[in-house]
């Protein structure tokens, strides 16, 4: 596995726009156009298409509230320390530790007597509490969040 490709493209676009708008001082809304423009000055082929669809995603998660109207946009579902990258991935990949890896249905056809799979479960319970100590207002602290250039006509 190439390091970077753990996670996909759709969580990486989430956990930007979501550390972005936690930059944003309290009752500050940030529109999609802002986030996405952003976005390009770290990753100049980032799709604001795919980005609205990942922010609606977050929205209905919960993790980002939409602010509807002529002047609205988005901010936090909840404040920034109490988000965990944890929470993201459930959001958008979604988590299920117990289903077994050898089944495409949720029944295991080991009927539990697996060893290996108790011990990827366990790993991966692990890996998913380390990303549960992650909050999302320590990275919005390491990120540069530059104001996008307005265009003036």
Not at 9 to 32: D, M, N
Not at 54 to 83: C, E, F, K, M, T
Request: with cysteine; glycine share 8%.
């Amino acid at each position: 596995m190439a390091s970077g490709h753990f996670f996909s493209q759709r969580f990486s676009y989430g956990l930007h726009a979501l550390a972005y708008v936690a930059t944003k001082p309290a009752g500050e809304l940030t529109t999609l156009p802002e986030v996405a423009e952003w976005m390009t000055t770290i990753w100049p082929s980032a799709s604001q298409t795919y980005l609205s669809n990942v922010v609606q995603r977050l929205a209905r998660g919960r993790l980002l509230r939409s602010h509807r109207g002529i002047s609205g946009g988005y901010s936090l579902g909840r404040p920034a320390d109490q988000i965990t990258i944890r929470d993201v991935v459930e959001v958008l990949e979604g988590i299920e530790t117990t289903r077994c890896g050898l089944s495409l249905t949720d029944e295991c056809p080991a009927l539990g007597r697996c060893s290996i799979h108790r011990r990827m479960a366990a790993l991966e319970e692990q890996f998913l509490q380390s990303l549960a100590a992650v909050r999302l207002s320590e990275l919005a602290q390491e990120i540069r969040a530059t104001p996008p250039k307005t265009k003036h006509a």
